[in-house]
C-alpha cells in the first residue's frame, strides 16, 4: 500500500486544501448547472406567447432536456470511472454552457427542442463526476458538508435564474439572457484547468460492471428513490415559474423574489442538515439512522407541504411552499453520501449514472405530466396532489427498500487494482 492510499485512510477532521478547492469549483458548476436547466422555465411565459406554444408543447420543451441527460448518464458513470474524470467533466461543461448560448439565437420549436438535447448531453456528466471525486478523495466523515455544499449550489442555481434571470429576462427578453449566461459561463474552465485533481499513480480501473451494481437490492432503492425527489424538484423547477404568475397571478418581479427566497431557503437547510449529519455521525451515530433519517423526515415534509401549497389562501400558500422547500433541502444534502458511501470509489462513477438515469426520468414525466394535467383540468391542483404522493412515496423507499448504509463488499474477482 503506498503512503498516498495510507493518507487518504486516516480520519481527517478537515478537508484537504486542493480538495476544498475544487470542491468550490464545483460548486459553482452546480450552480451554473441548474441556472442552465431551470432558465427555460423562467422564460416560459414570455416564450409561450412570442412562439404559440400550447401547454403541451410547452411541457414538451421544459422536459426535453431530460430525455438526453437520462440517456446518457450510463455512459457518462462508465467514463467517469475510466478516464480521467476532471477531463470528462470540462468536455461537459463546455458543451452544456455552447448549448446554452446557442439556445438564444433558435427559433421556432424545434430548434429549441435540439438545444435543449443538446444541454442534457452536456450535463450528464455532472453527478457521476461528482460523486466520483468525492467518493475517492473526500474523507467519509466529511461527505455531509461536501455533498451539501454541491446541494446549495443545486439550489441556489435556481434561485439565482429566478430572482436574477426572471428580473433580466422581464427586463431585456429571454434571448440576450441566454447568449450572454453562456457565453460567460465557459470561463469556468480556466480555473477547473489550473486546479483540477491530479489522477492518483495507483488509479484503480473498476472492473465491476453495470450487472454487478444491479444485483444490489440498494441500488434498486436509491434509484427509486431518486426519482420521486427529483419529480418534486424537477416540478418546481419547469412550471413554478409558470404556475406563480398564471395560477396565482403574481408579476414577473414578484414571481422571482418568492421563487428565489425558495430555493434559498432549499439550500440553507441543505448545508444545515449536511453538517448536523457528520456532526450526528461524529458523535457515534449510525451512517443508517442519520443518514435515511434526514431523508425519510425531508421528502415526508416536503410532500405534505406541498399539498398544503396548492390547497391554501395564497398568504398560507407562500408559507406551505416555503415550509416544502426549506424540507427538501434536508433530503438533498443527503441523498449522495448514500451512495458514495455504498459504491465506493471503484463503482462510484457507475452506480450514480444508474441512479441518476432512474432518478431523472421524473424530468422527462414531471413537466410533461403536468403540463398534461394543466391541459386536462384547467388548474394546478391534481399536478400538485401528484406530486406530495410521489414524494411521500419517496420517504417510504428510503425507510423500507434501500438496505444499511455501508460499503457494500464486491468480491475480489470484481476489482482490477
Not at 416564450?47 to 441527460?69: N, P, R, V
Not at 427559433?107 to 443538446?118: C, D, I, K, P, T
Not at 427586463?171 to 486546479?195: D, E, N, Q
Not at 424537477?234 to 404568475?245: A, D, G, Q
Amino acid at each position: 500500500m503506498s503512503q498516498t492510499t495510507i493518507e487518504r485512510d486516516v480520519v481527517q477532521t478537515r478537508l484537504p486544501r486542493a480538495l476544498k478547492i475544487v470542491l468550490g469549483l464545483l460548486w459553482f458548476s452546480a450552480f451554473i448547472n441548474y441556472v442552465d436547466r431551470g432558465n427555460l422555465s423562467i422564460a416560459a411565459p414570455l416564450l409561450k406567447d412570442e412562439l404559440g406554444l400550447s401547454a403541451s408543447q410547452l411541457g414538451i420543451l421544459l422536459s426535453s432536456f431530460f430525455w438526453t441527460y437520462s440517456s446518457f448518464q450510463l455512459i457518462a458513470g462508465w467514463a467517469v470511472d475510466r478516464f480521467d474524470v476532471s477531463v470528462v467533466m470540462a468536455a461537459g461543461f463546455f458543451i452544456w454552457s455552447a448549448a446554452t448560448a446557442a439556445t438564444g439565437l433558435m427559433h421556432g420549436f424545434a430548434a429549441l427542442l435540439m438545444m435543449r438535447l443538446v444541454l442534457g448531453m452536456g450535463e450528464s456528466v455532472a453527478y457521476p463526476s461528482y460523486s466520483k471525486i468525492l467518493a475517492s478523495d473526500c474523507p467519509e466523515e466529511r461527505k455531509g458538508i461536501a455533498n451539501a455544499v454541491l446541494a446549495s449550489g443545486l439550489s441556489l442555481g435556481p434561485a439565482f435564474g429566478i430572482l436574477a434571470g426572471g428580473i433580466l429576462i422581464g427586463k431585456f427578453g429571454w434571448r440576450h439572457y441566454f447568449i450572454i449566461l453562456g457565453l460567460a459561463s465557459t470561463l469556468w474552465l480556466v480555473p477547473w484547468w489550473r486546479f483540477k485533481l491530479k489522477p492518483r499513480a495507483e488509479k484503480s480501473r473498476a472492473k465491476l460492471g453495470y450487472r454487478e451494481i444491479l444485483k444490489q437490492r440498494s441500488a434498486w432503492g436509491t434509484c427509486a428513490a431518486l426519482f420521486c425527489g427529483n419529480y418534486m424538484m424537477y416540478f418546481l423547477l419547469t412550471w413554478l415559474p409558470y404556475y406563480l404568475v398564471r395560477e396565482r397571478h403574481y408579476t414577473m418581479t414578484q414571481m422571482a423574489k418568492i421563487g428565489g427566497l425558495a430555493y434559498i431557503l432549499t439550500a440553507t437547510t441543505a448545508l444545515i442538515s449536511g453538517w448536523a449529519a457528520d456532526k450526528f455521525m461524529a458523535a457515534g451515530k449510525s451512517a443508517t439512522l442519520v443518514r435515511k433519517g434526514f431523508l425519510i423526515a425531508g421528502m415526508a415534509g416536503a410532500g405534505a407541504f406541498l399539498v398544503l401549497c396548492v390547497a391554501a389562501n395564497p398568504k398560507f400558500s407562500i408559507l406551505m411552499l416555503m415550509a416544502a422547500s426549506a424540507s427538501l433541502g434536508m433530503a438533498t444534502a443527503n441523498w449522495w453520501p448514500v451512495t458514495q458511501t455504498m459504491a465506493g470509489p471503484h463503482a462510484a462513477g457507475r452506480w450514480v449514472g444508474v441512479q441518476n438515469l432512474s432518478g431523472n426520468l421524473s424530468g422527462v414525466v414531471a413537466p410533461a405530466v403536468t403540463g398534461f394535467v394543466v391541459d386536462r383540468t384547467g388548474e394546478f391542483y391534481w399536478a400538485f396532489v401528484v406530486v406530495g404522493v410521489v414524494a411521500l412515496l419517496g420517504s417510504l423507499v428510503w425507510m423500507f427498500w434501500v438496505g444499511p448504509v455501508e460499503p457494500v463488499q464486491w468480491e475480489e474477482a470484481e476489482i482490477k487494482a
